[in-house]
């Protein structure tokens, strides 16, 4: 996990900034549906498409002196299976055209910080570059579940490709 946040504290994109202020002042609507009151877009559930709350099903046991994952069932069904993922792109390098990522449910809203847990980060590895969006983005690809990855990440996506618009 050092690692990579190091190569994304060293990536070269743009920050998201967010608003001054978590609740609108007095007077002023609530957020627009699919954004949080912090101001942050909160990513709509899309049919064929992997959740975060799916991936965000796991049990942090201590084993030796270590955190280790224990994934639920329905996660561990999906390990070596072909599906698809909706998140933000994190670059790990700089450049315009990415080949590896990390995907993030959640929006970066700093270039120091990583916006959460093992739980809500998975690796990508793309079949051809893509080029880096700050919208959210669907990919495919195969998933691996990382019992013991150094990097201290617990989701690998290899072989990704785009899917064009979002389209399922």
Not at 105 to 127: D, H, R
Not at 135 to 154: A, F
């Amino acid at each position: 996990m050092r690692k990579l946040l190091a190569a994304f504290t060293f990536a070269l994109f743009a920050p998201l900034v967010p608003p001054a202020a978590a609740t609108p002042p007095d007077g002023m609507p609530p957020p627009a549906a699919g954004s949080s009151a912090s101001g942050f877009q909160i990513l709509p559930e899309l049919k064929g498409v992997v959740s975060w709350k799916t991936l965000a099903r796991v049990e942090e046991m201590k084993v030796n002196q270590r955190i280790v994952p224990k994934f639920s069932t329905e996660i561990t069904a999906l390990d070596g299976k072909e599906i698809r993922l909706q998140g933000f792109m994190m670059p790990l390098e700089a450049g315009k055209k990415q080949r590896r990522f990390l995907l993030s449910g959640n929006v970066p809203s700093c270039p120091f910080c990583l916006p959460g847990g093992p739980e809500s980060l998975v690796e990508v590895l793309c079949k051809d570059a893509l080029n880096f969006k700050m919208e959210p983005i669907v990919i495919s690809g195969k998933l691996s579940i990382l019992r013991d990855d150094p990097s201290g990440l617990w989701y690998r996506i290899t072989n990704a490709a785009l899917v064009p618009d979002g389209k399922m």
